[in-house]
Structures are given as C-alpha cells and as structure tokens.
C-alpha cells in the first residue's frame, strides 16, 4: 500500500461516477481532501455524482491549510479547491496530490510536489489488479463526461 496522498475535486468526482471511489481507498494508506475540496464536492455538488461518497467515506480526511497568504497567491491563476490541496500537500510533505488539471499540475510540479492524475491513479490500479482493464475504465469515465488527457 502506498503513503499518504493530497486529492483534488475532480479525481473524486470522477471516480465517484464510475462507483470506483473505493480504489483511492485500496491504494493509498490515507487521503486527505482540503476543506476547500470538500465544500466544492459536498456543499456545491449536493445532489451530484461525489457528493454522497465523499460525504459518507470515513477514509477521507478533511484537513485545514495553514498558509491562508500562499492559498490566495495560487488562487490568482487556481481554483480555490486545486490552490488548497497544493498548499496543503506541500504543508503536509504529502507523497502524491492528485490533480487533473494542466495549470495546476505545473503549479504543483513547481513547488517539487509529486503529481499524479486520474488516468495515473487507475494505471496503478491496473497494475495492483484493483481493475480488470484501464482501457474500460477509462471509456466508462469518457461516457459520464470525463475529460481525458490527449494521447
């Protein structure tokens, strides 16, 4: 099992459309969401795909950010939610933050945090065979609207 990881919104909501939540859960020793994060997934997103998951999924930590100043420099160019997880993986000397989208990737890979994606959560799940097929998984995802990286 692997370490302790920063995840982002979409991941989240993602999985939680495809039923496959749990295979955060199945990887990874802890996942901790911001307080940003959660509002978005639960308040925001009530009565959407995620909301109920991540509400009711006692593996998933909420955790404060300390440095509210670093939150706001990165909310210039982020969202609220990718700004947070980045402040607080790097807080938390986090081994991986989840994150989807490229600004936010680069902004994390900047700071020398450990990026991965969706796509790269699930090849390490194929390879601990939590999954049968990446290849279906990512055409489930692609059917409920997921954006896909290009390949």
């Given amino acids: 099992m692997s370490r302790i ?3 982002d919104s979409t991941c989240l909501i993602g999985l939680s459309k495809i039923g496959k939540l749990e295979i955060l859960h199945q990887l990874f020793e802890e996942i901790v969401i911001p307080h940003a994060v959660y509002h978005e997934v639960v308040n925001l997103g009530a ?5 109920e998951e991540v509400k009711h999924a006692t593996w998933i ?4 950010v300390q440095n509210e100043l ?5 909310r210039l160019t982020l969202g609220h939610g990718e700004s947070e997880a980045i402040i607080l993986a790097s807080e ?3 081994d991986f933050i989840i994150l989807d989208d490229w600004r936010a990737r680069k902004t994390a890979t900047s700071l020398s945090l450990n990026v991965v ?10 390879q601990k065979k939590l999954i049968s ?3 279906d998984i990512l055409e ?4 409920v609207g997921f954006r896909l990286p290009k390949t």
Avoid at 61 to 64: A, C, F, I, L, Y
Avoid at 70 to 74: E, F, G, M, P, Y
Avoid at 140 to 143: I, S
């Fill in 70 to 74: 670093a939150v706001q420099t990165l």
């Fill in 5 to 7: 990881v920063i995840a």
């Fill in 140 to 143: 489930e995802l692609r059917k």
């Fill in 133 to 135: 097929s990446l290849s």
């Fill in 61 to 64: 930590k909420v955790q404060h």
């Fill in 47 to 51: 009565g959407r795909s995620g909301a």
């Fill in 117 to 126: 994606g969706t796509v790269g959560v699930l090849a390490r799940a194929e």
């Fill in 92 to 94: 938390t000397k986090a």
